[in-house]
């Protein structure tokens, strides 16, 4: 008889998010920074990573409430920065008020080789996630549109995100701008 985690693996097929379930356990490398995103209007933000899916051998989008993003942050103090670490996320729970996630540090870790990483520069997450980079909420204080409110919808695949651009940091030549 086949043991039941190998009958059962997180959701994961095309899918460009990782989408946990009760029981999900699964083992992560956060590879870039957060960003934040707004559902409606007065909700709460929530937080998305482009992370890498151990098991899958792919990235995804992960996107979570409070609760990981400081479970996340926790882990700063004693390991470092978080994309140089695998984490192991799991599930527990399947409703609104018994639903609990535990994020926990992987002592032997692997950086990501150059094929995956070229994987992950295809996905810009403010994009795919409809907002912004967490840094710009920081700094501006202003969240970004919600989603309910003309956003738009999440992308479904690489495919449909268009890629970061490799001069994100460059200055911007506001000559170049044709203003009207």
């Known amino acids: 008889m086949d043991n039941i985690y190998k009958q059962h693996q997180p959701q994961g097929g095309n899918d460009l998010y990782l989408k946990l379930k009760d029981g999900d356990k699964v083992r992560l490398r956060v590879v870039s920074e957060p960003a934040v995103t707004l559902f409606k209007e007065g909700d709460k933000p929530r937080y998305a990573w482009i992370m890498w899916n151990r098991e899958l051998k792919k990235p995804q989008i992960f996107g979570a409430g409070v609760s990981i993003y400081g479970q996340i942050a926790d882990l700063v103090e004693d390991w470092g920065d978080p ?22 540090p992987v002592k032997q870790s692997n950086d990501l080789t150059e094929a995956e990483q070229a994987e992950v520069d295809k996905i810009n997450l403010p994009q795919a996630c409809k907002g912004k980079w967490l840094k710009d909420y920081v700094k501006d204080g202003k969240l970004p549109a919600p989603i309910s409110d003309g956003g738009g919808q999440y992308a479904t695949s690489v495919d449909e995100v268009a890629p970061m651009p490799s001069d994100a940091d460059a200055p911007i030549d506001l000559d170049s701008i044709p203003f009207n």
């Open 83 to 104: 994309t140089t670490f695998d984490i192991t996320i799991k599930r527990t729970g399947s409703g609104q008020t018994d639903t609990e996630y535990s994020v926990v």
